[in-house]
């Protein structure tokens, strides 16, 4: 088979990530290995900026440049939260075919892996030579048949991390505290808190993911419990924690129209309604008068400092894999991570249409019987992803006896 000789173009979508631009920066210097690639493009702000001819040539980027860029967070190339229609990929196929792109690499979670597998269609309907491949993120976590997902380990770091501060804050003035973490669907990054705990006492004490349907009444009976053994409690919710209807609590909680975002979902990260709410009902019926709540929203994306030494080396290696399986292997599909060991991977190419559109939830294995809370599989499916963690101590000394 003939070498399909021509450009890549490259784009990133939806949230950003600790390591989002590592995957940029392996499949940028793995495509200038080949000689069959002109020219590298990358647009800016995702899909929007295809259909806008707004591009960047990578091509003449430095090495250090795009070295550095690796190792800092958020999408280098910008992003977008536009949602592409039929109409909407019938363009960016159209500004492919105009600027001779034979390989489209784009960079998001499963909306993305969509317009990927639309792209696509229409190059083959078209007869159109072009090879589109799907590069995994989310912090979510909530991909379909890969083991995990890069941005994942880094978010889930920053939880963990966050939460044991939060924990020694509230150790020393006790209280209860209410920590609100991403996830619409799935409660892999909130589940992550458990990693916070290293003694026996030790916060979240309580831990709610969407997974499960949330009681209030159960809710106030987990914190009364928890309060009147250790004198204070801290807990971890999902901002997308579903009632016994199957909307998310928040819908109840807010007066009027809910505000949505470009893909018609309720906004729920914009707003401290939920920790609010959820606070008050505390005070109100538990009768607790120190009740402190955060929504941890942007922070847990893109923070500074805070990144998984797994999470970087994976995000390299799909954005590798991808320029290798479109330029070696002339195939189309998506990014996918398979687990091997304890702990080892490898990479394998699925089908874009096995990713696309739908999303995965927390395995029940996960979660606790009473659903406020984690199991030990959980603990050891994300240990290795979130890589080394910050230590702290108590001080182990005796009391002096009073006189």
């Given at each position: 088979m003939a070498?399909?000789v021509?450009?890549?173009?490259i ?5 950003p990530?600790?390591?989002i631009?590592?995957?940029l920066?392996?499949?940028v210097l793995e495509?200038r ?8 493009y990358?647009?800016?702000?995702g899909?929007?900026?295809i259909?806008?001819e707004?591009?960047?040539d990578?091509?003449q ?7 550095r860029?690796a ?7 910008f992003?977008?939260r ?16 105009k ?5 489209f ?9 969509d317009a990927?597998r ?10 159109y030579?072009l090879?589109c491949i799907?590069i995994p993120k989310?912090?979510?976590n909530?991909?379909r048949?890969?083991?995990h ?11 963990a991390?966050a939460?044991?501060?939060i924990?020694?804050?509230?150790l020393a ?7 609100v ?6 409660g892999?990054?909130?589940?992550a808190?458990?990693f ?21 009444d ?7 419990d ?12 999902s901002?997308?924690?579903m009632?016994?209807?199957g909307?998310p609590?928040?819908t109840?909680l807010?007066?009027?129209?809910s505000e949505?975002?470009a893909?018609g979902?309720v ?6 309604a939920?920790g609010d709410a959820?606070g008050?009902?505390?005070?109100d ?9 955060d929504?941890?929203g ?10 998984s ?8 290696e799909v954005g590798?894999k ?18 091997t060991?304890?702990?080892s991977?490898d ?7 096995s990713v696309a ?8 294995t996960?979660?606790?019987e009473s659903?406020n809370g984690?199991?030990t ?13 910050p ?10 006896p009073?006189?």
């Amino acid at each position: 088979m003939a070498k399909l000789v021509g450009n890549v173009l490259i784009a990133q979508g939806g949230g950003p990530t600790a390591v989002i631009n590592q995957s940029l920066v392996g499949a940028v210097l793995e495509s200038r290995k080949f000689p069959e690639v002109d020219r590298v493009y990358g647009a800016l702000h995702g899909v929007r900026g295809i259909i806008e001819e707004d591009f960047i040539d990578l091509t003449q980027a430095t090495t250090h440049n795009l070295e550095r860029v690796a190792c800092t967070p958020s999408s280098a190339l910008f992003s977008t939260r536009d949602k592409p229609d039929a109409d909407y990929c019938e363009k960016i196929f159209k500004i492919c075919m105009k600027h001779n792109v034979r390989y489209f690499f784009y960079n998001g979670g499963n909306d993305s892996a969509d317009a990927v597998r639309i792209v696509n269609d229409n190059a083959a309907a078209a007869g159109y030579e072009l090879r589109c491949i799907h590069i995994p993120k989310t912090i979510d976590n909530d991909l379909r048949v890969t083991d995990h997902c890069p941005g994942y380990g880094s978010a889930a770091k920053f939880v963990a991390s966050a939460f044991a501060g939060i924990n020694l804050d509230n150790l020393a003035i006790p209280g209860v505290y209410i920590g609100v973490v991403m996830g619409r669907h799935a409660g892999f990054l909130t589940a992550a808190s458990a990693f916070a705990q290293k003694y026996e006492d030790d916060g979240p004490h309580l831990i709610y993911v969407p997974e499960r349907t949330f009681d209030t009444d159960t809710f106030l009976k987990d914190v009364e419990d928890v309060y009147s053994r250790y004198g204070r409690c801290v807990i971890a919710v999902s901002e997308g924690i579903m009632g016994a209807d199957g909307k998310p609590v928040i819908t109840h909680l807010m007066d009027g129209d809910s505000e949505k975002d470009a893909h018609g979902n309720v906004q729920l990260s914009g707003t401290g309604a939920l920790g609010d709410a959820l606070g008050k009902t505390i005070k109100d019926r538990l009768k607790i008068k120190r009740v402190r709540s955060d929504t941890f929203g942007y922070l847990q994306r893109s923070f500074l400092g805070i990144v998984s030494e797994v999470d970087q080396a994976e995000a390299r290696e799909v954005g590798e894999k991808a320029a290798q399986f479109a330029l070696w292997n002339n195939v189309d599909g998506s990014v996918a991570i398979r687990r091997t060991g304890d702990y080892s991977v490898d990479y394998f190419l699925t089908p874009l249409a096995s990713v696309a559109r739908e999303t995965k939830s927390m395995p029940r294995t996960f979660i606790n019987e009473s659903g406020n809370g984690v199991t030990t599989d959980f603990l050891n499916y994300a240990r290795p992803l979130l890589g080394s963690m910050p230590g702290y101590e108590r001080l182990q000394c005796p009391k002096v006896p009073k006189k």
